[in-house]
């Protein structure tokens, strides 16, 4: 009788980084002949990939450790590997704590876990290795992509910056760029198996070409996705506002598959705030860069990422956070209350703001960027909008009887799953209807009217062909599979 593959499981904590490189890490296990376990079914083998960002990163991995503690003493045959930015930080640390877990890896070295579960088996005892320097790049890994619709393509790794707050850079190390020809490959690839949306990926994601010396890698790279063919949108992560310049701006509003959306973190509005993060430019320019975005591109969304309460913040300090949110318009902010992160520089500053402070200060940020995204939002009602369906991302759809999609400027769009006016009501995720949007919330628009017109594409071919099973025609309640997508912790990590 044939032998049952080892079941895994992987836990994904953090940025848009662990995600893809948890889509690696499938990829790697299924390669070495592991198969997926079933929802609610113990896996062989579970991975977590970790982050190490947040004060209690340590914690909450422990404590997900403990769990599965009891549950491996009574099945000795199960295996627990933790890899991640919190196991290139603490390396040995975690057998230390948690002496029942098999496999500790880092950042630099993912494509060793096959060969780390098998030595860790056969010789019954932990494994870690974690190496200093990035030998291969990840992209040249097995993959295993959850959409069939949409994809990240990582153009780079590491940092070069030395953000005060941040220990990515110790941690994923100094940035390295893949060459273009590699990134258009892989994007051609993509589209030739059905995925019409590309995220390029990257720490610092518009420093592109650093290590090789262009300058201008970045917005070329850009123009370049232009010119392939079924590729119909492409977005890019996190670009850095010091390196921010105006060839991306053109690249941008002069590519029509590059889409008029703009993720680009703020961390303050203070210029002495700015200074003591060690983010090299000020309010001045980031505010400046906005201005030319909407010149070019006047239907552009732009989101961003603050923290509150950096140590030495004062209430003017504060207040020039909120002039710049007011200033800049935001279409929706990932806002924080900052927290000691163990190894970074801001963490030894003596100057904390109290707790109670920074909770006040997280209010009324949290209260402005809703009130200026709302009225950005309500400027869309009555506008007709072209939105690629999506999956999972309406919470409530089965009960509203409504689908969920994004627009170009990526906002959310619930819509009203009425097909009266087509002829074609089969609709997939990946393929493109047009609404028109009537109804208004802070972080999402609704069109409850008919649906004006449906595309269907390739994409939504792929996704029919890998869900062969499920039933025809418009299906409610999509469940997740991890579209690349707005993740609460991704900009934490930036």
């Known amino acids: 009788m044939p032998v049952e593959p080892r079941t895994y499981e992987v836990r994904t904590y953090g940025c848009q980084m662990n995600v893809h490189d948890s889509e690696r890490l499938t990829g790697l296990l299924e390669a070495a002949g592991y198969a997926a376990a079933g929802s609610g079914e113990r896996a062989d083998v579970v991975v977590f990939n970790t982050c190490a960002v947040r004060e209690n990163a340590d914690n909450k991995l422990y404590g997900n450790l403990s769990h599965l503690a009891p549950i491996k003493a009574a099945n000795p045959g199960m295996q627990i590997a933790v890899g991640g930015c919190l196991a290139q930080k603490d390396r040995s640390t975690i057998t230390a704590k948690a002496p029942y877990v098999d496999v500790v890896f880092g950042t630099h070295n993912i494509g060793s876990l ?45 940092c070069n910056n030395t953000c005060t707050f941040c220990i990515v850079p110790a941690l994923r190390g100094k940035e390295k760029d893949r060459r273009p020809g590699e990134i258009l490959a892989e994007i051609e690839a993509l589209v030739g198996e059905g995925v019409s949306e590309v995220t390029l990926l990257g720490q610092n994601v518009n420093a592109y070409g650093v290590e090789f010396g262009d300058r201008h890698a970045f917005a070329k790279l850009l123009r370049a996705c232009g010119a392939i063919e079924g590729l119909e949108r492409v977005r890019f992560t996190s670009p850095h506002p010091a390196e921010f310049t105006d060839d991306v701006i053109e690249a941008m509003a002069e590519t029509p598959n590059v889409m008029p959306s703009l993720h680009m973190p703020l961390q303050s509005g203070s210029d002495k705030v700015l200074k003591e993060m060690r983010r090299s430019y000020r309010s001045s320019k ?31 300090d504060f207040q020039a956070t909120l002039d710049v949110v007011a200033a800049a318009r935001f279409s929706g902010a990932f806002t924080f209350q900052y927290s000691k992160r163990p190894g970074t520089p801001a963490a030894t500053l003596d100057d904390q703001v109290p707790p109670d402070v920074v909770k006040h200060r997280y209010e009324r940020l949290a209260a402005l960027v809703n009130d200026v995204a709302w009225a950005e939002n309500k400027r869309l009602v009555g506008r007709r909008l072209e939105l690629m369906v999506s999956e999972g991302e309406g919470r409530k759809d089965a009960a509203t009887h409504r689908l969920s999609g994004r627009a170009p400027d990526n906002r959310l769009v619930h819509f009203a799953a009425d097909f009266s006016q087509v002829a074609d009501a089969e609709v997939r ?66």
């Open 114 to 158: 096959p060969a780390l579960l098998e030595r860790a088996r056969v010789q019954e005892e932990a494994q870690v290795e974690i190496l200093e320097s990035l030998e291969v790049f990840p992209s040249t890994l097995p993959t295993k992509r959850e959409s069939a619709y949409a994809a990240w393509v990582s153009i780079s790794v590491g």
């Open 429 to 494: 995720p990946g393929d493109l209807v047009t609404v028109e949007v009537t109804y208004a919330a802070p972080h999402h628009l609704v069109a409850d009217g008919p649906v004006l017109a449906v595309r269907r594409t390739r994409s939504g071919d792929a996704w029919e062909a890998r869900h062969a099973a499920a039933p025809a025609g418009v299906t409610l309640g999509m469940p997740v599979v991890g579209l690349p997508a707005s993740l609460p912790d991704a900009p934490a990590c930036r």
């Open 286 to 316: 980031y505010l400046g860069i906005i201005d030319r975005v909407r010149a070019a591109m006047p239907d552009a969304a732009i989101t961003t990422d603050i923290i509150v309460g950096f140590p030495g913040e004062t209430e003017e």
